[in-house]
């Protein structure tokens, strides 16, 4: 079964950084785009990032609110994608789901979530 | 960006009943390749978003035929029928064709 463990998650203060990390399994990794995608606490989905595949020349892309500070990487032999964030505001604090695009659509598979509280 | 604009903001449902709810995106969400990349996902208390309806129709893997989508271009509808009470939470629809990936506000379905 397709599984998506995130983990890395935590306090930090503002200004501060913090890299998350997801852990797949269950299916073809290399074969997949992966995104991250995050929910404030009792708000909606936000789609934060995107890496495509290695013939895609791994091609990034960002949501406005977070370009110049995330970084979304993955590393295919270890079936992980990973997000970097640097310089955090309070307004990123959400849980952070990894979610994949397997030959469905657009986030098909999702992790269960990682807690990141940016706050002084 | 593309807006995806939800209703209702609650339903209240029976048991066994059927609902509709309404996504509408400001911007056509047919992309370059003839896809429509408009899906619907429901998040049930405490746990993560599971997609349901990709592609606008399309059940995704052990989804039950209960739930259907359909629309196209702008006007997207999902219908839950012979609703049970593992179908409530919050549902949303998401566009995955143009940039930003954008997502409606929700919808709570709850028991009457």
């Known amino acids: 079964a397709v599984q998506l463990v995130e983990s890395g998650g935590g306090l930090v203060q503002p200004k501060e950084s913090l890299k998350i990390s997801c852990a797949a399994s269950g299916f073809t990794f290399s074969n997949a785009a992966m995104y991250w995608v995050r929910q404030a606490p009792g708000k909606g989905l936000e789609w934060v990032a995107r890496?495509?595949?290695?013939?895609?020349?791994?091609?990034?892309y960002y949501a406005d609110s977070v370009k110049g500070r995330f970084t979304i990487s993955r590393d295919d032999s270890k079936s992980m994608v990973y997000l970097q964030m640097d310089n955090l505001k309070t307004e990123d604090t959400a849980m952070y789901y990894c979610?994949?695009?397997?030959?469905?659509?657009?986030?098909?598979?999702w992790g269960q979530g990682v807690m990141v509280t940016v706050s002084s | 960006d593309v807006v995806m604009t939800q209703t209702p903001v609650s339903l209240s449902v029976s048991l066994g009943g059927q609902v509709s709810i309404s996504c509408r995106s400001s911007q056509s969400l047919v992309h370059n390749n003839g896809n429509t990349y408009l899906s619907w996902y429901l998040q049930k208390p405490g746990q993560s978003p599971q997609l349901l309806i990709y592609?606008?129709?399309n059940r995704f893997s052990g989804i039950s035929d209960r739930f259907s989508g359909s629309g196209s271009g702008t006007d997207f509808t999902l219908k839950i029928s012979r609703v049970e009470p593992d179908d409530l939470g919050v549902y949303y629809c998401g566009q995955g064709t143009q940039y930003p990936y954008t997502f409606g506000a929700g919808t709570k379905l709850e028991l009457k």
């Open positions: 890496i495509r595949t290695k013939p895609n020349n791994y091609a990034t």
């Open positions: 979610t994949s695009y397997y030959g469905y659509s657009p986030f098909d598979y």
């Open positions: 592609k606008v129709s």
